[in-house]
Every structure is written in structure tokens, then in C-alpha cells.
């Protein structure tokens, strides 16, 4: 048999997938998934996995066993289809009744019920709102507003004065997105210092559990405010665009949604920005090469972006997936059980050599393009993806004018990077703006 009953793929292909039994871990045993540290970033460890096989078994913090799927054209396939779900409730066995232990990371992970982490006409309901605010004519008005955010910012780089050392990801790549959040979500001016600090502390790796729950209650009372006062006079930002569209569906959300569904655009729209933000100019400025077509025009700062996004995605991996149902790739012969935890390895995947050449080179003129899973793919592919664009753009092409002598204080591989098998990216980019 090829699909349960009723589901096809994406592309109306219905013989991709079979059914069959679970895999076994290879070897008996699985590698804990580490994540970057000082000796390997998180597509390092993405490439040793794949000497077990496209979707080597993986222990993940609490014991948690999953596929690590790490294979790109895989990964296409299982973000596209039915076939896998993100809503833990309905497709891990026992996390709904309890039965199942799971905290730490993958506990926030799976938690919440959002657009993120939900499945079929549930998603489709979830994400539509957010897909119907951040619209085209959005990301436009919003273009003016980035560009005097960005100028600002630069304008207080410049207050510290040429020939000091500066943080980026401090000083610049933080402060741009926090600051466009604010104003996209129409943050009134009374409440715009308390919020940029409560949604600050959300990113504070150094924060305690008690501080981080303080910041995260700050955010959602601020939250709560912001969308009873849509309620009743719904402005032109962001927050008024969701419960518009919420409102307009056959099944209007409820406040506490439209709240968890603002927390996610915070949190994807923030964490992940900072990171390209950084990334990308890391890229640039340790290759003078590459850098020199970008601002020669030669090749545009979109593409150059793209090929950052693919050598280092701002989340390596998103947890978790579940097998809807248990299945077979007939491509790859990999077998799913129902219910199986899968993690799409972003990272990994991203440097699988069989879909790119010299997989570990920065090349803004990569043949065959470097399109990627950084922004996802499928259901699930990133609704905010052009505002997203639009504003690390702006932002690294701005900073370059400004300071187009500025280099990095530390190499690359000297560059401290987030422990995370999530987040991927630098705590901190010293950087000599002359």
C-alpha cells in the first residue's frame, strides 16, 4: 500500500510513501544530539550524522528519541507532506494523557498551540491570520519604518566611537529587530520602553527559569492589552491585520490565541533576524571576495542573503515532528513508526553534498542557486519570510555603507556560538568599525 487512506503528497504523488515498521537505532545504540559547541557548529554535526544515514535515531535533552533527518531532499518530502505532524496533542502517544515525561527545551517546544505547532485544517486555520497580515502591502509600509530603525541604531554605533571594538549582535544586530517587532505590532508609546525590555529579557541566555518567567509574563500582560484594544478600534500595524483576519474567518480566535499567535511572531520574528543579521556580515566581511560583488552590485544582497541563510540557518533544527502514521519513504527506504518523533536537521541538511557542490563554501554565486530549508518548506514554510528578508537586508546593506572599512576583531572560527541544537548563530561579533 502506498498512503493511509485519504492521503496524498503535496504534488497529488501518492507513491513516495509506503507503509512499513519503525527503524531501529543504528548500531543498537544513538548519538546525543549536542548541538554547536566550541569544537563544532550545528552543520558540523549534521554532516558526522549522516555517515549513520539520512535520518539516524538521536537522543535529545529528556531522553527523547528522533529521527534526525538530515538528508535534503528528505526533508523536502517530509516537511511537504501529510505524512508528519507538529502537533504533539494529537501524534505523540501519551504526551496528551501525561503518560509521556517531557521538559527542558523540547517541553517549551511542544507546549504551546500555535501556528507552529499544530496540523491540517488546525494549522491551515491557525497560520491564516498571520498569512493574511503580513501581506506584501505590509512589508512595504513597514520598509520606511525599518530603514529609520536601522539609521538610529547605526547613528548610536557611531556615538561609541570609530576606532573602539563593538558587539554586533549587542549593539546592532538585537536593537534592529526588537525595535521593528515593537513597531509592527503598534506597541503605544507609553507601553513601547516596558515592552522592548519584557520581550529583551525573552532572548537573555543568561536569564534564570524566575527571570525568564517574569519577562515572558511582562510580555503576554502587554500582550493582552495590545489585542483587547484591537478589539475595539483594530489599527493599521500588525496586531489589528490578525484580529481582522482572525475575526473574518468561519472560526474566529479566541484572545488567548491571538496572544500565543503574536508570542511566536516575537519570538520567530526576533531570534531568528538577529542571528541572519550577524551571520550574514560574518559572512561577508571574513570573505573580502565575496563581499566585493555584493557591493559592486555584481551580485545583490538577496542573494548573498540566501546563500548565508543555506551555509548557516538561523535555527538548525525545529523540534518536533511526529509520524501521522506509520510510513516508508520509498525514495530513500526509510520507515517512520506512528507516532515517532522526527527532527528536520536544518543545518545538516542544508550542506548535504548530494544537493550542493562544495557544500561548505560561501558562494553568493552558487551554480544551481542556494535555495534552502532555512525559511522552511511545505505547510509550514515561514510566513514572514519577505518582511524577514526585507529587514536584514536593509540592515547589513546600511551597516556596510556606513562603515565600509569595518572587520572582524576575531575569526570566524574564534566566534562564540549559541549552545543550541535550536537556535544557531554568535552570542557575540567583535567587530572594529574602521
Known amino acids: 500500500m502506498t498512503l493511509a487512506p485519504g492521503h496524498e503528497s503535496a504534488d497529488g504523488s501518492a507513491a513516495v510513501l509506503s507503509a512499513g515498521p519503525p527503524s531501529a537505532p543504528p548500531g543498537g545504540g544513538c548519538p546525543f544530539l549536542r548541538g554547536a559547541t566550541a569544537a563544532q557548529t550545528n552543520g558540523q554535526e549534521g554532516q558526522r550524522l549522516r555517515a549513520l544515514g539520512p535520518a539516524p535515531v538521536v537522543e535529545l535533552p529528556g531522553a527523547v528519541q528522533a529521527r534526525a533527518v538530515v538528508d535534503f531532499a528528505l526533508a523536502e518530502r517530509l516537511s511537504a507532506g501529510p505524512q508528519v505532524s507538529r502537533d504533539a496533542a494529537r501524534h505523540w502517544p501519551g504526551y496528551r494523557e501525561g503518560a509521556r515525561s517531557v521538559d527542558g527545551v523540547i517541553a517549551r ?172 556580515l560574518v559572512h561577508l566581511l571574513s570573505h573580502p571576495d565575496q563581499l566585493a560583488l555584493v557591493t559592486s552590485g555584481q551580485v545583490s544582497m538577496e542573494d548573498a542573503l540566501t546563500e548565508s541563510l543555506r551555509l548557516r540557518p538561523p535555527i538548525a533544527s525545529v523540534p518536533l515532528r511526529f509520524a501521522a502514521w506509520q510510513f516508508e519513504d520509498a525514495r530513500s527506504g526509510e520507515q517512520f513508526g506512528e507516532g515517532e518523533p522526527i527532527l528536520i536537521h536544518i543545518a545538516g541538511a542544508n550542506l548535504d553534498p548530494e544537493r550542493y557542490e562544495d557544500p561548505e563554501r560561501f558562494d553568493v554565486r552558487r551554480e544551481g542557486g542556494s535555495r534552502s530549508l532555512a525559511f522552511g518548506y511545505g505547510p509550514h514554510v515561514c510566513p514572514g519570510a519577505a518582511l524577514a528578508t526585507r529587514e536584514i537586508v536593509i540592515a547589513v546593506t546600511r551597516f556596510l555603507e556606513r562603515y565600509p572599512h569595518a572587520r572582524l576583531a576575531l575569526a570566524p572560527e574564534l566566534l562564540e556560538q549559541t549552545a543550541s541544537f535550536i537556535s544557531n548563530g554568535y552570542t557575540s561579533i567583535a567587530v572594529e568599525l574602521s
Open 109 to 280: 517546544w511542544t507546549g504551546s498551540h500555535n501556528a507552529l505547532n499544530s496540523y491540517g485544517d488546525d494549522h491551515r486555520e491557525l497560520r491564516a491570520p498571520i498569512a493574511a497580515a503580513l501581506t506584501r502591502r505590509r512589508v512595504e509600509a513597514m520598509t520606511p519604518v525599518i530603514e529609520s530603525i536601522v539609521q538610529d541604531v547605526l547613528d548610536g554605533l557611531d556615538g561609541v566611537g570609530a576606532e573602539r571594538n563593538v558587539d554586533l549582535v549587542q549593539s546592532y544586530a538585537l536593537p534592529v529587530p526588537h525595535e521593528v517587532i515593537t513597531r509592527l505590532l503598534g506597541v503605544p508609546a507609553e507601553h513601547l520602553t516596558a515592552f522592548s525590555a519584557a520581550a529583551a529579557g525573552l532572548f537573555d541566555a543568561s536569564a534564570g527559569a524566575e527571570e525568564m518567567a517574569r519577562s515572558i509574563g511582562a510580555v503576554l500582560a502587554l500582550l493582552d492589552q495590545l489585542v483587547g484594544g484591537a478589539r475595539e478600534h483594530p489599527g493599521d500595524n500588525l496586531v489589528g491585520d490578525l484580529v481582522r483576519a482572525a475575526d473574518a474567518s468561519g472560526n474566529p480566535l479566541s484572545d488567548a490565541a491571538l496572544r500565543d499567535q503574536l508570542m511566536l511572531i516575537i519570538v520567530a520574528g526576533t531570534e531568528t533576524t538577529v542571528h541572519a543579521i550577524g551571520t550574514l
